[in-house]
C-alpha cells in the first residue's frame, strides 16, 4: 500500500470515527462514541505514520541530491550537478508537502 493510499485510508477512518462519535454522542451510547474517538485517533496515527514516511524520503534525496551536487561540482561535471539539484530540490518539496 502507497503512503498516499495510507493517507487516504487514514483520512477516512477519521472522518468515520468521527461520524460514529457524533452518533454515539447524539443516541447517548457512551460505548459507540468511545468507538468513535478510538476510530478517529487510528486515522490520525495513520495519517501522521504516513507523512512521516514520506518527510523521511524526502530527507534522504535531499539529502543524496546535495551528495551529487557536490560530487558534480567538484569534478566539475554540470550534469551531474544539475541532476543532483534537482534531486535535492525534490526532496525538499516531498518534505514540506507532508508537513
Excluded: P
Excluded at 20 to 42: C, I, P, S, W
Excluded at 62 to 77: E, M
Aim: no cysteine; net charge positive; glycine share 18%.
Amino acid at each position: 500500500m502507497s503512503n498516499a493510499s495510507k493517507r487516504a485510508t487514514g483520512a477516512v477512518e477519521k472522518l468515520g470515527g468521527k461520524i460514529k462519535g457524533a452518533v454515539g454522542k447524539l443516541v447517548g451510547n457512551d460505548r459507540m462514541q468511545a468507538g468513535g474517538k478510538a476510530t478517529e485517533l487510528k486515522g490520525r496515527a495513520r495519517q501522521s505514520v504516513a507523512k512521516a514516511t514520506e518527510r523521511t524520503k524526502g530527507k534522504v534525496e535531499q539529502f543524496v541530491g546535495g551528495a551529487k551536487a557536490g560530487l558534480g561540482a567538484a569534478v566539475g561535471n554540470e550534469r551531474v550537478r544539475v541532476q543532483g539539484k534537482a534531486t535535492e530540490l525534490k526532496g525538499e518539496a516531498r518534505q514540506r508537502g507532508n508537513r
